[in-house]
């Protein structure tokens, strides 16, 4: 079972715009709700990816609502490629861009209380960089 389904999807574009864009063919939304989930997938190294995504019911799910909703902002953003009948572009896009900065924060290292890290990896992450260039004039 999807962790997102076309139902739930119901929230971010109406029914009937769902089946004008998807002319009926589920595949297309399907592959969009897909790809979303990947890339949140990359982005969550660090948790326990299939505890979280293996979930059915809504109460389960709650801790992960605002998971959820990048998601679906994602996969709208991928959806309404091919139409964006009865969808504002630019709102999509917006949505669409707050949920990618989101998950860079959560990729970046920020935890999230409640959600379950990978056993065996309470290491801090590995970050390097250069020290501050020096200025003697």
């Not at 119901?10 to 969009?32: C, F």
Request: net charge negative; proline share 2%; hydrophobic share 35%.
């Amino acid at each position: 079972m999807a962790f997102i389904s076309k139902e739930d999807f119901y929230s971010h574009i109406y029914e009937e715009a769902v089946s004008t864009i998807s002319r009926g063919n589920d595949k297309h939304l399907n592959s969009a709700i897909q790809a979303a989930t990947n890339q949140a997938l990359r982005c969550m190294a660090r948790y326990d990816t299939e505890a979280i995504f293996e979930l059915s019911t809504d109460e389960q799910k709650q801790p992960y609502a605002e998971l959820i909703i990048y998601i679906k902002d994602i996969a709208k953003w991928h959806f309404i490629g091919v139409c964006n009948v009865q969808v504002d572009y630019e709102v999509a896009k917006d949505r669409y861009k707050q949920a990618v900065n989101e998950l860079n924060k959560i990729w970046k290292g920020e935890d999230i209380a409640g959600w379950p890290l990978k056993s065996g990896n309470n290491e801090r992450l590995f970050r390097s960089g250069s020290s501050p260039k020096f200025n003697h004039y």
